[in-house]
C-alpha cells in the first residue's frame, strides 16, 4: 500500500511537470503564429498549420503516456531526455523558417535545456547541449553556403552567443549535479545516523523496560502496561492478577550465595514465560516477587495458570546448584473495567499473604477471602 500511495505521488510530480512543459509548447506556438501573422516565419501557411498539429499531437501522445502510467515502465519515468530532444527538434525546425527574428527565438534552447537541467545525466546534458549548438550552426552554414543570410556577421555572432551560453549551461549543470550528489550523499548519511539512533533508542527503551537479571519487564514498566490496559478494557471483559513470591528465597541466598539466587530467579522466569500464552505479562516486581496479568481471563483460567506455574516450578532442578525443594506462593484477583489497580495490587498481595500463612507453595484467591 505505501510503495503505491509512493508511485501515486511520482506520478501526479511527472504530470505536473509535463503540464509545464505542455504550457511552454502553447506560448511558443503562440509566438510561431504571431512570428507568421508578422512575416518573420519564412514558410508558407500550410508549413505552420502542419508544424502546430505535430506539436499538439506529440503532446497529447505524451498526455496519454503519463496518464495511464505507461512511462513507468521505463528507467527513467520521467522520460526527461525524450521530452527535451522532442523539444530540441521542434525548436531548430522552427529556427530553420525564421529570418530576423531567429535570434529571440534562441532563448527556446535555453528553456529546454533547463528543462532537464535537473534530471539529465551530465552525459545527456552535454549530448543535448552539443546537438543544440550543431544543428543551429549547420543551418546557419547552409543558409550562408547558398547566400541566403541577411545579415552574415549577425548570423556569426548568434553562433558565438549560443556556443558562450550552452558552455555556461553546462558548467553550471555539472555545478548542479555534484551539489546534488553531495546533498542525496548527506541524506542517506543522516538516515543512516537516524536509523542507528532508533536503534539505540529502542535498545535503550528495552533496557528501562527489562529487568537485567531476568530479562522480563520490570516494575515500572509493567505498572504502565497494566495501567494502558486497564483503560482499554471493553465492559465485560475480565483480566487476571497475581502476585507471585519465590519461597524461601533468603534462606537459599544465606546459604548458598546470591549467585544462587540469581540462578533460582532466572529460572523461574524461564519457566514461566514456557507456561505463558502471547500476550501475558510477566514482569519482575522486586526481589524475588513477580507480578503476572492475563488478559481476557477469568477466575478458573487464572487459578489454572498459577497452578501450572507453581508445579513446573516445583520440577525444576538446578544444576551445579545444592537446591531442593523450589516453590512459590501466589496470591490472585480478578480485574474489571473501573478498577483501580493499586487497589487490585493490594488484595492480591493479602492473598499471598494468606497463602504463605498457610503453609506456602499454594496459590490464594482474593474472591475465596471475599466469599468467606
Known amino acids: 500500500m505505501n510503495q503505491r500511495l509512493t508511485h501515486n505521488a511520482i506520478q501526479r510530480l511527472l504530470l505536473k511537470r509535463f503540464a509545464l512543459a505542455a504550457g511552454t509548447y502553447a506560448l511558443a506556438l503562440l509566438l510561431l503564429w504571431l512570428a507568421f501573422f508578422t512575416g518573420h516565419y519564412d514558410a508558407p501557411l500550410t508549413s505552420v498549420v502542419i508544424g502546430s498539429v505535430l506539436v499538439v499531437a506529440s503532446q497529447a501522445i505524451l498526455f496519454v503516456v503519463f496518464y495511464r ?37 534562441l532563448v527556446f534552447y535555453v528553456l529546454i535545456l533547463l528543462f532537464g537541467l535537473f534530471h539529465l545525466s551530465r552525459r545527456s546534458f552535454v549530448r543535448c547541449a552539443l546537438l543544440v549548438f550543431f544543428s543551429f550552426s549547420a543551418i546557419t552554414l547552409w543558409e550562408g553556403y547558398h547566400f541566403q543570410l541577411p545579415d552574415p556577421a549577425m548570423a556569426v555572432l548568434q553562433v558565438c552567443v549560443l556556443f558562450i551560453v550552452l558552455v555556461w549551461l553546462v558548467l553550471y549543470a555539472r555545478h548542479v549535479q555534484a551539489s546534488r550528489q553531495r546533498m542525496r550523499q548527506r541524506r542517506f548519511a543522516l538516515q543512516a545516523h537516524q536509523d542507528t539512533l532508533r536503534g539505540m533508542m529502542r535498545q535503550l527503551e528495552d533496557l528501562v523496560a527489562t529487568d537485567e537479571l531476568t530479562g522480563l519487564f520490570n516494575r515500572r514498566h509493567f505498572l504502565r502496561l497494566a495501567s494502558r490496559e486497564l483503560k482499554a478494557m471493553d465492559a465485560g471483559v475480565v483480566h487476571g492478577l497475581a502476585l507471585i513470591d519465590l519461597d524461601h528465597f533468603k534462606r537459599i541466598n544465606d546459604l548458598h550465595g546470591h549467585a544462587a539466587g540469581d540462578q533460582v530467579l532466572q529460572a523461574f522466569a524461564g519457566v514461566a514465560t514456557a507456561c505463558l500464552r502471547d500476550g501475558d505479562v510477566l514482569a519482575r516486581y522486586g526481589g524475588e516477587e513477580f507480578v503476572l496479568l492475563l488478559p481476557d481471563c477469568d477466575a478458573d483460567s487464572l487459578t489454572s495458570c498459577c497452578e501450572r506455574l507453581r508445579i513446573a516450578f516445583t520440577d525444576v532442578e538446578m544444576i551445579g546448584l545444592n537446591v531442593r525443594n523450589l516453590s512459590l506462593s501466589a496470591g490472585m484477583t480478578l480485574l474489571e473495567p473501573g478498577d483501580d489497580l493499586d487497589d487490585a495490587l493490594q488484595q492480591a498481595d493479602q492473598a499471598l499473604y494468606r497463602a504463605k500463612r498457610d503453609g506456602r507453595n499454594r496459590c490464594a484467591a482474593a474472591w475465596e477471602n471475599v466469599d468467606a
Do not use: C, K, M
Not at 74 to 96: C, H, K, M, N, R
Open 69 to 105: 502510467g505507461y512511462n513507468l515502465r521505463f528507467a527513467d519515468p520521467s522520460l526527461t531526455e525524450a521530452q527535451v530532444l522532442l523539444g530540441l527538434g521542434w525548436q531548430t525546425w522552427l529556427i530553420a523558417h525564421l529570418d530576423e527574428a531567429r535570434g529571440a527565438f
